[in-house]
């Protein structure tokens, strides 16, 4: 390491490119490979989308909006709440549009957590949430699930639990398992933190890829 990778800071230094991408770059080198690494689609973007973005882009949509996004974007998410889960967050107070699930997720950590602070993580999990954990200086407290069908259990929070315990992550329908959990499952982790001082930080990024049973996100129970 040069003298100059040794001024970088601490945090930043103990994370680890992902293996997933490391091994999407050299697939990605690979002619013809069927690559089985980044969740993505496998068709293009449809041609509405491409569409509205050139249109937005003729139309001069190319300057700076508000910090929190433009407000029909915000409405067009807060609609989308309350259609799916009848769910009422206020587009003007409660939503905010970021570039993606990963800015969204860098700023709840940013905004949350502290050094020190442990954040429990149902474990195998998407691997940023380690690397955005980390450079907060704060601690990943992981729960393997390989033992409850990769499913968090309430007991097993609860085992977890200490008084530097900030926030916990859901990530259903999770990736890279694929599991999700059912209201009964849901309730039973509510009841363990109903009366605690912790953030549940719910990455819902793949609910729309639940194909049976009943949706149930885990801000239903916001109090
Ligand atoms: C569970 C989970 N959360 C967040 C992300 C990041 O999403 P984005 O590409 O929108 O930043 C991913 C991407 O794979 C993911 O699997």
Redesign the pocket.
Known sequence: MSEWEKLVNDNVQSIEVSGIRQFFNRVSEVPNAVQLT??QPDFPTPDHVKEAAIQAIKEGKTTYTPNAGILPLRKAASRFLHTNYNLNYDPQMEVITTV????A?DLVMRTLINEGDEVIVPAPA?P?YESLIRMRGAEPVWVDTRETQFKLTAEALQRKITSNTKAVIL?YPS?PTGVTLNEQELQAIVDVLVNQQIFVIS?E??SELVYEGTMCPSHQYRR
């Open positions: 980044l969740g993606g699930a990963s800015e997720l998407y940023a990530s990736n990455d990024i793949y």
